[in-house]
């Protein structure tokens, strides 16, 4: 429900409520950006120096997925800039960059008080709490959505005011002036960047600036180039690599400040766990031991080195008490009593639901909690002096990060500086600011600047996982082998409204699971119903309560509720003797494009209708985000090889609309197939106590180099509105995998990990 200013102000006068339709007002924000010597502002986004450099601010975390281009190339080509020319920034938090869509995505999560002016990205009360809490996640593939246009718009602000100087030079008008590789041109007249950005910072844009006519797409293949498109080099190569490969690019444990001591940690089990005693002698003969700082629930030593923090610890080795400790067993458990009779709240449905339902097919699927596996582990640095706290620390939710530490120090957010640095990888896990609560005290404590680093097994130990989940799915099939009618009954514990708690409300993990106990979380199982066009359906969400905090993964519930219906499509095509490919196509409804990518797919692989012994599986998805649709197709060939079945190839064709950079959208959808395929094979853990059985990464069964797939990737070409490449590729290779290992084997593999049935 979209409300308009006027209709507001009109409605709130008749009624007396002036007052509120002025707390929903858009307000301004002073610009975020600070010129620095030789440079001139000229909006929230972009800076032009005397020497030409075009700085871009971006309000993203980069953690791999290339945003510190992707922005930057639209502000560019809308500017005209030179490429060669183009710099990049961390944005500072501030109202200016809010991420509207993920806003009204997440909605349920921030609860609006009014929901029905919250629901979309244009919603005035969205808009409202979105600027004023500083929303500037990064998460959910919002970049383009969120961005794009703000982007452009600033291109085009830019580019005007640089025609503007150029034209009073000459005496022409503005309109009539171009801008190319960073040189504004009328006639035989020219000007570089260089030359203007000093005083075309002083013009008034026109409001609205005139955007190019066609929007930021890559370029097409230079003229008589006769190769594939993706032997190209790209048009727009990433600013981030060249710093990343010769070391100088700034990650969480870059940081160095003067004084600056080192701190490690150590958490109780989960969950509920507090710190019960420990014997700080026992590390008095550690050499550079600053001092113990203990918390409620961790202990922490701050040395002058990393390494003997960790010693130090190592030789007190802490106790702790945990009132409810997570166990594989109870959740297990759990799971296997929810989804068999639990009560089950609708969440989706499609025509007549699930009236009058008798199944003629019903099998169950079940998915345990995995990891996110980053290469790097929870790093932050904090100095807190003169009553000010500054941060240094990779976070999708800077803003959040910002107002936990704050409240742990009891000082005003106002006081708190947060400097963002890129993340090596996150797939989600820097959604959690757990880590900046911790450093601030620990700082605060130490009466220095600390860095504290997390090991390996703190960063396994503490992290919340992905959530578990158990799935009966049942369908009536007529006597031909069509689905009229499907049911998905999914046990999972309400992880997003839980996540919503603790990232909104700062409330520690297990009184955030108590505080949505019960409670039916549609985003726990969302994307079930997303690619096929059954007659009657339904999806019912029952929430299980364990005692195991969740967290959002890479790709979310698609993750999970892909694996569950494209498994249990492929078991009713072969109880029915049914071609896999085609009897998806037949399913598809309208959606034309999903069918091409099937069967672009389909011809990559060569595939020869999954029959036994190909070892070939198919699976196909479609996440959509607002007015942006993302559709895959996923081949998996899997074959015998060293110690078991070995997913050989993996082919996919992927529609996400309009390529705005072609690199990276190749990057981020072969990842995605990577990373889902981890996900797929391993990633998975196991509690005891509150403790993880493996505390390593070389213990999540992760695919390696040498296991890693052959990949072929195909983009479809379309002008549609861009979809963001990243969590794609993630939710149809189990399916596709486990279709593939039944073709291969015969054996029907319906848990994730898929080898776990098989220890």
Not at 245 to 251: A, H, I, L, P
Not at 257 to 269: D, N
Request: one cysteine or more; charged letters at 20%.
């Amino acid at each position: 429900m979209t409300i308009s200013r006027r209709g507001l102000l009109a409605g709130a006068a008749a009624g007396g409520g002036l007052l509120v339709a002025w707390s929903l007002m858009p307000r301004s924000y002073d610009n975020p950006l600070s010129p620095g010597p030789g440079e001139a502002v000229f909006d929230a986004w972009v800076k032009i120096g005397a020497d030409g450099v075009v700085t871009v601010a971006v309000p993203q975390l980069e953690m791999g997925q290339g945003v510190t281009t992707l922005l930057p190339q639209i502000v560019a080509m809308e500017m005209g800039a030179d490429w060669r020319q183009v710099a990049v920034e961390p944005a500072p938090v501030s109202g200016a960059y809010a991420n509207l869509p993920l806003a009204a995505a997440w909605a349920p999560l921030w609860r609006p008080l009014i929901p029905a002016l919250a629901g979309d990205a244009d919603d005035i009360l969205l808009g409202r709490w979105a600027r004023g809490s500083r929303f500037n996640a990064t998460a959910a593939g919002t970049t383009l959505a969120a961005y794009e246009q703000s982007c452009r718009q600033a291109g085009a602000a830019a580019r005007a005011m640089l025609a503007m100087a150029a034209a009073d030079r000459w005496d022409v008008d503005w309109e009539q002036c171009r801008a190319e590789n960073g040189v504004v041109t009328h006639d035989a007249n020219a000007a570089s960047f260089a030359e203007l950005a000093l005083e075309a910072a002083a013009y008034d844009p026109p409001d609205p600036a005139p955007l190019r006519p066609e929007p930021v797409a890559e370029p097409a293949p230079l003229p008589g180039y006769g190769g594939a498109a993706e032997d190209l080099p790209p048009a727009f190569p990433r600013l981030d690599l060249p710093s990343k490969v010769d070391g100088s690019f700034t990650f969480a444990g870059d940081v160095r400040l003067p004084g600056m001591a080192f701190a490690a940690i150590r958490h109780g089990p989960l969950d509920r766990t507090e710190l019960l005693d420990f014997d700080v002698g026992r590390a008095a003969a550690q050499r550079g031991l600053v001092r113990i700082v203990e918390g409620r629930r961790w202990l922490a030593a701050v040395a002058d080195t990393w390494w003997a923090a960790e010693q130090a610890l190592s030789a007190i080795a802490p106790r702790f008490s945990t009132a409810r400790p997570v166990d594989s067993g109870a959740i297990a458990g759990a799971l296997d009593d929810g989804v068999r009779r639990g009560a089950a709240t609708t969440v989706e449905t499609r025509g007549g639901g699930d009236a009058n339902y008798v199944p003629t097919e019903a099998r169950r699927y079940d998915v345990a909690p995995a990891f996110h596996a980053t290469l790097e582990t929870s790093t932050a640095t904090a100095r807190l002096a003169d009553g000010t706290l500054e941060l240094w620390l990779a976070t999708q939710t800077p803003e959040q990060a910002r107002e936990a530490a704050a409240r742990a120090l009891g000082m005003n957010a106002g006081r708190v500086v947060l400097y963002p640095v890129a993340a090596g990888g996150s797939f989600d896990r820097r959604l959690d600011n757990q880590i900046a609560v911790e450093v601030a005290l620990i700082a605060r404590e130490a009466g220095r600047p600390v860095q504290l680093t997390w090991s390996r097994w703190q960063e396994t130990l503490a992290s919340y996982p992905r959530a578990p989940a158990a799935c009966l799915m049942g369908a009536a099939v007529d006597p031909a082998g069509t689905i009229r009618q499907l049911r998905a009954r999914i046990a999972t514990p309400p992880t997003m409204l839980e996540f919503g708690r603790r990232l909104f409300d700062n409330q520690v993990s297990w009184a955030a699971i108590d505080a949505v106990a019960g409670e039916a979380d549609p985003m726990a199982v969302e994307g079930l119903l997303a690619s096929y066009a059954i007659p009657d359906a339904a999806v019912q969400h029952i929430p299980v309560a364990t005692a195991l905090p969740t967290a959002r993964l890479r790709g979310g519930a698609h993750g999970l509720t892909c694996f569950f219906r494209e498994s249990f499509i492929d078991e009713i095509a072969a109880t029915r003797e049914r071609e896999p490919l085609s009897y998806r196509i037949a399913m598809l409804g309208g959606d034309a494009r999903l069918a091409e990518c099937l069967q672009r797919a389909a011809r990559l692989a060569s595939w020869d209708g999954g029959r036994r012994g190909s070892g070939q599986g198919i699976a196909c998805h479609r996440m959509q985000l607002g007015e942006a649709v993302g559709r895959i197709a996923v081949v998996a060939e899997a074959g015998a090889g060293e110690g078991g079945v070995r997913v050989r190839r993996l082919f996919a064709c992927v529609d996400i609309g309009r390529v705005v950079n072609r690199d990276i959208a190749m990057q981020q959808i072969e990842g995605g197939l990577l990373y889902g395929l981890g996900l797929t094979l391993g990633s998975a853990v196991t509690y005891d106590s509150g403790l993880p059985a493996s505390g390593r990464l070389a213990g999540l069964d992760l695919p390696r180099l040498a296991d890693a797939p052959q990949i072929v990737v195909e983009l479809v070409a379309s002008e549609a509105v861009p979809f963001d490449p990243g969590e794609i590729g993630v939710p149809p290779v189990a399916p596709a995998t486990a279709n593939a290992f039944f073709s291969a084997t015969g054996l029907r593999l319906r848990t994730l990990p898929l080898l776990s049935a098989l220890a």
